[in-house]
């Protein structure tokens, strides 16, 4: 199974930007679709966006224009550059790979948007 650990989130203002960055382990990383997701208080967990290992990218409406989803092969690396952000991007994000009929998942990074 693939181990993934997330980082960067914390504590930024409306209007501001964070990059979150998730490490992937193994020798596949460049095969594998890598995918954010998030959990706000309350709410269910929704995708946000997803970039295949040929570098396909899409995006929920509510990310369109404002996040950037990228990955870095060499480094085993993933990472959703967020902009504009707004107070209900407030939410524990996380990422989440699907390989040999298995998804693993990260422990989540807390993201909160002060207004």
């Known amino acids: 199974q693939v181990q993934l650990v997330e980082s960067g989130g914390g504590l930024v203002e409306t209007g501001g930007s964070v990059r979150l960055s998730c490490k992937a382990s193994g020798r596949i990383f460049s095969v594998l679709p890598m995918s954010w997701y998030r959990q706000a208080p309350g709410k269910e967990r929704e995708w946000v966006a997803r970039i295949t290992g040929v570098g396909k990218k899409d995006y929920a409406d509510s990310a369109k224009g404002r996040f950037t989803i990228s990955r870095d092969n060499a480094k085993n690396m993933a990472y959703l550059q967020m902009n504009s952000l707004k107070s209900e991007d407030t939410a524990v994000y996380y990422c989440?790979?699907?390989?040999?009929?298995?998804?693993?998942w990260g422990q989540g990074t807390q993201v909160t948007v002060s207004s």
């Open positions: 989440r790979t699907f390989f040999s009929g298995e998804e693993s």
